[in-house]
């Protein structure tokens, strides 16, 4: 798949001051696949924010991210594609300590 074989087209609105939605189409010309991704992101406080993304072809992300200081914070992750052809599932963890 090349950068000329494919359309994207994107979609961003921020529905207040702690949610915003996102969704992308993209199609691949030559094999003519389309897949559409949406997601969101909340802020639950000023320090937490959740993310979560779904796309049609059967993966499932979500991320948890709390930080009381910019530069620090630690974020808690899941994926998962239940579709693909290993159909595995992922979970991450990241903690950031900056100055």
Do not use: W
Request: with cysteine; hydrophobic share 35%.
């Amino acid at each position: 798949m090349e950068n000329a074989d494919v359309l994207t087209a994107t979609y961003h609105q921020k529905l207040d001051e702690t949610t915003s939605i996102a969704a992308k189409v993209q199609r691949v010309l030559s094999s003519n696949d389309s897949t559409l991704t949406a997601g969101f992101s909340h802020s639950l406080d000023p320090n937490t924010t959740v993310k979560a993304k779904l796309s049609s072809d059967g993966a499932v992300s979500v991320l948890l991210r709390y930080g009381p200081k910019p530069r620090c914070y630690v974020a808690f992750s899941a994926d998962s594609n239940s579709q693909g052809p290993q159909k595995d599932t992922k979970f991450g963890l990241c903690v950031a300590l900056g100055a």
